[in-house]
């Protein structure tokens, strides 16, 4: 089964495009709602969080500390580094036992994630597709969004790998900047997909 990377800087709007290819039938997987997921599922993973960045990493249901976390790793790239070994190799198990439910008539699969290059994902893709959009843009959504400031979603981007390098790694590019057609964009990428795997 032809294997897609979708990937985009934080509000580029990659989960947005992922949800058109959705109502187009096509399988996607969410590597950063995996990430949140096994993050308070998986008992070894809960243990590595605590050992690196203390108790309160999880409230006494069991629940994620987002902020607390979120604090720590995107002002110190060492404890990002520490939180990305843990989890990483945990999302590549969750995304090869989810291949092994996708139904075969399925044309390809997407795998959606935020750090598809940064975390050597892409490698295991048969093509990339890049979401882009410009950075105030980018800024604007997220704020509005998630009600986060300037400084904290700047902070995010700055730990990501900007579209310049991005897009000299990409097969494909999506431009999500309200300038043209997304729809239109997805529909020609799905229709040269589905040609290679026909
Ligand atoms: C740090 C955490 C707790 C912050 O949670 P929060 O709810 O505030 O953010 P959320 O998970 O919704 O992420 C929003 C966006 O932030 C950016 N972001 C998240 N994690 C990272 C990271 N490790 N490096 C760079 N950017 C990141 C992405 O653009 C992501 O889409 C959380 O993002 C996390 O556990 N991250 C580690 C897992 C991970 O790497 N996920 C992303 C790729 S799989
Ligand atoms: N073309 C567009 N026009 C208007 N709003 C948009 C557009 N694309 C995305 N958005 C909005 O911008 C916000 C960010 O989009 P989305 O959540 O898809 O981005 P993302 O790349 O998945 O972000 P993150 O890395 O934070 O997960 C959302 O609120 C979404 O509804």
């Not at 991005?166 to 229709?191: C, G, P, T, Y």
């Amino acid at each position: 089964m032809m294997k897609i990377g979708i990937t985009g800087g934080i509000g580029s709007g990659k989960t947005t495009v992922c949800r058109i290819f959705e109502n187009l039938g096509i399988p996607v997987f969410y590597a950063d709602t995996v990430a949140k997921d096994i993050m308070v599922t998986d008992p070894v993973l809960i243990r590595g969080v605590k050992d690196a960045f203390g108790d309160e990493s999880y409230d006494a249901a069991g629940k994620l500390n987002n902020k607390h976390i979120a604090g720590i790793v995107f002002n110190d790239h060492i404890a990002l580094a520490k939180l990305n070994a843990l989890v990483h190799p945990a999302v590549f198990r969750a995304f090869d036992l989810w291949m092994a439910t996708v139904p075969s008539a399925a044309p390809y699969v997407l795998k959606e994630a935020a750090l598809l290059f940064e975390s050597g994902s892409n490698q295991a893709c048969d093509q990339t597709v890049l979401v882009t959009a410009p950075v105030p843009t980018r800024l604007k959504r997220v704020t509005e969004r998630d009600g986060a400031t300037e400084e904290q979603v700047l902070a995010r981007m700055n730990k990501q790998l900007n579209d310049e390098e991005k897009i000299k790694m990409a097969d494909f590019i999506i431009r999500n900047d309200e300038s043209q057609s997304v729809i239109l964009q997805v529909m020609e990428l799905h229709n040269r997909f589905t040609k290679i795997t026909e």
